[in-house]
């Protein structure tokens, strides 16, 4: 079998070594035994989300089109 060494902190190191079943137990077997519940977050999780948050106040929209307004590009874009 093929195999790629990688390096973790002490503190992963760690967990990996209490969650062993038995000292014969390798990482590999405890790392495919694992549970990754916590998957990366996307764009369309974003948007699933956005109608349940609640909306910006009036004061905040209107720093945020002032701001954008007064946003001119650079005299150089090279600068």
Known sequence: MATKTISVDLE???ALRRARRSPKESFSQVIRRA???DRAKTCGDLLKALPGMPAAPDEVIR???EAQAADLPPDSPWS
């Open 63 to 65: 720093r945020l089109d």
């Open 35 to 37: 549970s990754w519940t």
């Open 12 to 14: 992963a190191y760690e």
